[in-house]
Every structure is written in structure tokens, then in C-alpha cells.
């Protein structure tokens, strides 16, 4: 125990230190979310996700891009999804410099379920558990280099996710 005025730090001297700490830090590394990303967060792409078809996405997201099929971008998604609420999905990609990564779950009644922008120098990887109403195609989308590439997979779900 404690005696006061002994020269042991106290719990309220030590949890201020910490906070004060923490404040120094984000100061210091002021890159963590920087008003360049802040404006960005505000340029969310709301109307791409509120599409119902993988076109209206493209145009919302991409400008209308059409998408290739490529062995450069791997999905990772369970043939079978015994519970539609939480579906595991990862996308990883070998293409160089990629600046976006999307999902697109092809029978949800929006069909854009994730969509992440990617920093240079950022690992080509992303993962999330998705809500999938019903058995679906699961579609990533990747861009590099100004063009799209995609894979695609069916996801048979036993029970659905989204009120199903």
C-alpha cells in the first residue's frame, strides 16, 4: 500500500502519465488519420453502396470499368457457409501497386458489401465477415495500375444472414 507523500507513484499519477503519454503520441505520429484522410472519409462512396447489380457498382466505384478475371487475385471464401450472418472473406492480391480492394456479394440486396482503398505501399490483402442473404456468387474486385481484375466464387449458405 501506498503511504502518502512516499515517493511511489500513485495510480491517478501513474493513469495521467499514461493519458499525457498518449496525447505526445498521436501528436507524433499525426500521420495516423491526417485532414487529407479525413476529407477522403468524407467522399465515402455512400451511392455505391446502395446499388443492386454488379454494373451499378462499377460505374459508382470504378467510372464504369469493366473488370478482367485474373489468377492474381485470390478469394478466399468457404464453399459452404453454415451460418449466412457471419461469412469469412479474405482477398489478397500479387498485382503491383493496388489502390482499391472491393467485395461484392451478388444475391445481397445491396450488392457492394466491402469496399477499401488502399496507401502505397499498403500489402494487397484485406479481410471481414460478411452477411450473406442467401447462396451467392462473392466477387472481389481489385484495381491496379488503372485497370480492374476480379475472381469470383459461389458460397452455398445453409441459413441466411440477412433476415433469411
Same mark, same amino acid.
Given at each position: 500500500?501506498?503511504? %502518502?507523500?512516499?515517493?511511489?507513484? #500513485?495510480?491517478?499519477? %501513474?493513469?495521467?502519465?499514461?493519458?499525457?503519454?498518449? +496525447?505526445?503520441? +498521436?501528436?507524433v505520429g499525426g500521420d495516423v488519420f491526417s485532414p487529407a484522410?479525413?476529407?477522403?472519409?468524407?467522399?465515402?462512396? #455512400?451511392?455505391a453502396f446502395k446499388q443492386k447489380n454488379e454494373g451499378d457498382?462499377?460505374?459508382? @466505384?470504378?467510372?464504369?470499368?469493366?473488370?478482367?478475371?485474373?489468377?492474381k487475385v485470390k478469394l478466399d471464401a468457404p464453399e459452404i457457409?453454415?451460418?449466412?450472418?457471419?461469412?469469412? %472473406? #479474405?482477398?489478397?492480391?500479387? +498485382?503491383?501497386?493496388? #489502390?482499391?480492394?472491393? %467485395? @461484392?456479394?451478388?444475391?445481397?440486396?445491396?450488392? +457492394?458489401?466491402?469496399?477499401?482503398?488502399? !496507401?502505397?505501399?499498403?500489402?494487397?490483402?484485406? !479481410?471481414?465477415? @460478411?452477411?450473406?442473404?442467401?447462396?451467392?456468387?462473392?466477387?472481389?474486385?481489385?484495381?491496379?495500375?488503372?485497370?480492374?481484375?476480379?475472381?469470383?466464387?459461389?458460397?452455398?449458405?445453409?441459413?441466411?444472414?440477412? !433476415?433469411?
Amino acid at each position: 500500500m501506498t503511504k %502518502i507523500g512516499s515517493s511511489y507513484p #500513485t495510480r491517478r499519477l %501513474i493513469l495521467k502519465g499514461a493519458a499525457a503519454g498518449g +496525447l505526445v503520441g +498521436l501528436g507524433v505520429g499525426g500521420d495516423v488519420f491526417s485532414p487529407a484522410q479525413a476529407a477522403d472519409a468524407a467522399a465515402w462512396p #455512400t451511392d455505391a453502396f446502395k446499388q443492386k447489380n454488379e454494373g451499378d457498382v462499377l460505374k459508382a @466505384l470504378y467510372g464504369g470499368k469493366s473488370a478482367e478475371a485474373s489468377d492474381k487475385v485470390k478469394l478466399d471464401a468457404p464453399e459452404i457457409a453454415e451460418n449466412g450472418a457471419v461469412v469469412p %472473406i #479474405t482477398v489478397s492480391s500479387t +498485382l503491383p501497386d493496388v #489502390t482499391s480492394i472491393s %467485395i @461484392l456479394v451478388m444475391e445481397n440486396p445491396s450488392v +457492394l458489401a466491402a469496399s477499401y482503398k488502399m !496507401g502505397a505501399g499498403a500489402a494487397a490483402s484485406v !479481410g471481414n465477415r @460478411l452477411k450473406m442473404a442467401k447462396t451467392s456468387d462473392v466477387v472481389a474486385l481489385v484495381e491496379s495500375g488503372g485497370k480492374l481484375y476480379r475472381a469470383k466464387k459461389e458460397v452455398k449458405v445453409t441459413v441466411g444472414g440477412c !433476415g433469411g
